[in-house]
Nanobody
Framework: QVQLVESGGGLVQAGGSLRLSCAAS????????MGWFRQAPGKEREFVASISGGGGITLFQDSVKGRFTISRDNAKNTVALQMNSLKPEDTAVYFC???????????????????WGQGTQVTVSS
């Protein structure tokens, strides 16, 4: 049973930081691209960040560049999203995702991912 479980969400003030973690089980995803997406109320799910299987290539949505960092620990089968300088517009449910197959590069489209977590709420107050 493949499962991705996010943790670390919560309520923070604007300008604060939060670290999200995603723990995968049921399969090793060391060769898969891992990604973070988010969905705000009334909006479509959007890409946030992705990291290649090897961990050497990352991709970010323009609005989070310089503020967010994505990393992975293949030995632990986990991926993390460090979020700094948070803004109210970052408020959303954040989802972790993994690709089915090996891929050299990060993937920014939701359709490229086969496995998804349940999501964790991030709320940034002004």
């Amino acid at each position: 049973q493949v499962q991705l479980v996010e943790s670390g969400g919560g309520l923070v003030q604007a300008g604060g930081s939060l670290r999200l973690s995603c723990a995968a089980s049921g399969r090793t995803f060391s060769s898969s691209a891992m990604g973070w997406f988010r969905q705000a109320p009334g909006k479509e799910r959007e890409f946030v960040a992705s990291i290649s299987g090897g961990g050497g290539i990352t991709l970010f949505q323009d609005s989070v560049k310089g503020r967010f960092t994505i990393s992975r620990d293949n030995a632990k089968n986990t991926v993390a999203l460090q979020m700094n300088s948070l803004k109210p517009e970052d408020t959303a449910v954040y989802f972790c995702a993994a690709t089915e197959r090996w891929t050299l590069n990060p993937i920014k489209t939701a359709s490229g991912y086969s496995y998804w977590g349940q999501g964790t709420q991030v709320t940034v107050s002004s």
